[in-house]
């Protein structure tokens, strides 16, 4: 008696943990959902959801809702096997699930049946996925489709004609399918640049290698970066070997032959580290079942220190508790200048300042007095690259983007934010390839990111921006505007009235947005490392930094809370 009673203890327990997985067999209504453990494909274990299956009897709405739903389920095989169940078999041999994503909410969808074997479908959508996986934000614009079905000859209803791709609600959407980077380079190949797609956890790491070597790179970011896999190269498979985290790469093409050893090292280089996010620790290159010889490349990186750079009373430095480590040369310097931001460049000795009269400078860890470059209204918070180039531009006049170079050279950056008509904030990428940017147009401000296109060091234009956020109204009717990049792929963004709570966005480029809620007279932002990734100032001069959902003092008294664009080589 008391082990059936444990047995019994054990299911109404697994019933809690999966709700509706005990509830039966539903003939109608919406599907109902259990969980099991699927295979990601790269040794580990993830819990998946496993969509109902067409019910006997079911109407042509209940079919198109079935059908919607099993979205959620790609299976192990990442095939969508339960949805084509719900389609005539013609179309489930020809229906192609990996041709995009729409990412919506599961509430606001709404089926009609406005014929005999017709059945309209709308829902707001909140970002869609493309072939390619990439993710694109879509501000709960409506999206309608319309489904046809037939009886089959036994009696029960299948979609005929249906869209490609398949639905998701946001809430499941980062659950089915995962985040992952394409390594690119830049076009020096000193840095890894990511590119962030979404695909599949059944099936990532083949998506993460077809979508690398066979699909553009994605058209905002295209000019640049670089890529070593040359043109008529394609990978074909992707199959782990006996060796656990290590995968065989099959590609194909007569350029693969014929790349030198230095491209070969770069393909294998961007093939690991796009891989690794998937569990591959090690990839094997092969043409014909024959391995290629390669070696990954040493890349720069773009971590920066986890203490926070901060002007005080004590000085500029690294804040280690009470004390402050400068930096040889160029703390003088900024205590000197005594400026109002400071970004300092990679390899610090060179800092890009605003000063207390609007003017932005260059400041030099040599000693030397700060070089003057922009004395224009408004200017913005400067940033530095790693060429020591400083980019600068007036609040009310977006266009009027210039970048200072060391040799004195200033480059006016054309086609910068397009129709704005004013940029709040700009961050430059620690690799030097995208600037992220608060910029007005239409009465609200949008978070945008463009890639950076050089003629050697000199930018001499932007891409076209990618609207990543909303950060609310128009610039002139926010206090303060802050924008920092937190890692490789992350911006952060500050917000802050007058009178209300500061509020800062969290911004994966090429991923939906995390909010959250500060107290109000928040001054600046700054990225980091580790645990304390993202950081702000107070007016009063207090360090808050991000602990769980909250933001927790650390310091008091800090000046300027500065950002950092990487390490020293």
């Known amino acids: 008696m008391t082990r059936v009673r444990g047995i019994l203890a054990l299911v109404l327990a697994l019933c809690a943990v999966v709700v509706t997985g005990c509830a039966g067999f539903p003939t109608s209504g919406p599907p109902e959902y259990g969980l099991e453990n699927g295979n990601t494909g790269n040794g580990s274990q993830n819990v998946v959801f496993i969509p109902n299956r067409p019910q006997p009897g079911a109407t042509p709405q209940q079919i ?33 699930p990996d041709a995009g994503v729409i990412v919506d909410e599961r509430a606001e969808r709404d089926y009609v049946e406005t014929g005999e074997g017709i059945v309209d479908f709308a829902s707001e959508v909140a970002g869609t996925v493309d072939d390619s996986g990439a993710y694109q934000r879509a501000d709960l614009s409506p999206g309608n489709w319309t489904f046809e079905l037939a009886q089959q000859d036994d009696g029960e209803w299948r979609i005929t004609e249906a869209p490609d791709g398949v639905w998701l609600d946001e809430a499941q959407f980062p659950q089915v399918f995962h985040r992952y980077p394409l390594m690119y380079f830049d076009p020096s190949y000193q840095y890894l640049v990511p590119d962030v797609r979404w695909f599949p956890v059944t099936k990532a790491a083949g998506s993460i290698a077809l979508a690398l070597v066979n699909k553009p790179k994605s058209e905002w970011l295209a000019e640049s970066v670089e890529t070593a896999f040359p043109d008529g190269v394609s990978a074909v498979t992707v199959v782990p070997t006996a060796e656990e985290g290590v995968s065989d790469v099959a590609l194909t093409g007569d350029a693969m032959l014929a790349a030198s050893s230095e491209a070969r090292n770069r393909m294998l280089t961007q093939l690991e580290e796009s891989l690794r996010a998937a569990g591959v620790a090690e990839v094997v290159m092969t043409v014909g079942s024959t391995p290629i010889d390669a070696e990954p490349v040493a890349v720069r990186s773009t971590r920066v220190p986890a203490t926070p750079l901060v002007l005080t009373q004590a000085g500029f430095g690294f804040l280690t508790g009470d ?52 004395t224009r209204p408004g200017l913005v918070d400067p940033v530095i690259d790693q060429y020591g180039v400083v980019w600068s531009v007036p609040q009310d ?152 959902t909250s933001w927790q003092p650390t310091a008091t008294g800090i000046g300027v809370l500065a950002t950092q664009q990487g390490a020293p080589q």
């Open 64 to 96: 198109v809702e079935g059908f919607i739903d099993a979205g959620s389920g790609p299976g192990v095989r990442g095939n969508w096997a339960v949805a084509r169940e719900f389609l005539a078999p013609s179309l489930a041999e020809t229906w192609n």
């Open 323 to 374: 004390e402050i480590d400068k930096i040889p040369g160029l703390s003088a310097a900024v205590e000197a200048a005594s400026p109002l931001s400071v970004q300092v460049g990679a390899e610090r000795d060179l800092a890009a300042a605003r000063l207390a009269s609007g003017a932005v400078v260059r400041l030099n860890s040599a000693g030397t007095e700060p070089e003057v470059l922009d």
């Open 397 to 548: 006049d977006p266009a009027a983007l210039r970048a200072y170079l060391p040799n004195g050279d200033v480059i006016e950056v054309a086609e910068a934010w397009g129709e704005g008509t004013a940029v709040a904030g700009m961050a430059l990428s620690r690799d030097g390839t995208r600037l992220a940017a608060v910029v007005s147009a239409g009465g609200r401000s949008v978070v945008s990111v463009a890639g950076v296109i050089r003629d050697d060091i000199a930018p001499v234009r932007l891409g076209q921006p990618m609207q990543l956020a909303v950060a609310g109204g128009a610039v002139i009717g926010v206090t303060r505007i802050g924008v920092t990049w937190i890692d490789d792929v992350s911006v952060g963004v500050l917000t802050s009235g007058a009178d209300a709570d500061s509020t800062v966005i969290e911004q994966v480029v090429g991923a939906p947005t995390s909010t959250s809620t500060a107290s109000s007279g928040m001054a600046s932002i700054a990225g980091g490392s580790g645990i304390s990734s993202l950081r702000l100032r107070a007016e009063d001069g207090t360090l808050y930094v991000k602990r769980g």
